[in-house]
């Protein structure tokens, strides 16, 4: 079992920068992956980034060169750094482990950037 809580949300305006987090209840290391995904409002979820236990990023083609995802193993939490913000990547974010055959989610946290 895994808890996963995701902090870091919020409204800033365009151009501007927010940092995501996700701490996990267990060790991240034991994941052999974690990403963070975002849902905006009538559309489905997305993959934004991810990152494997060996450090391997990858990103979606709409945020490469303006996020970026890194872990923290002693800490047990990934980070989102996203800087740039545009109006369309207003959405709730959300962070996932997995460590098959399961999957974790976090409860998700909200970005808007106004437009």
């Known amino acids: 079992q895994a808890q996963l809580v995701e902090s870091g949300g919020g409204s800033v305006q365009a151009g501007g920068s927010l940092r995501l987090s996700c701490t996990s209840s267990r060790s991240i290391f034991s994941f052999n992956y974690m990403g963070w995904y975002r849902q905006a409002p009538g559309k489905q979820r997305e993959l934004v980034a991810s990152?494997?236990?060996?450090?391997?990023?990858i990103y979606a083609d709409s945020v490469k060169g303006r996020f970026t995802i890194s872990r923290d193993n002693p800490k047990n939490t990934v980070y989102l750094e996203m800087n740039s913000l545009k109006p369309e990547d207003t959405a709730v974010y959300y962070c996932n482990a997995r460590l098959p055959p399961y999957t974790y989610w976090g409860q998700g946290t909200q970005v808007t950037v106004p437009s």
């Open positions: 990152i494997t236990r060996g450090g391997s990023p």
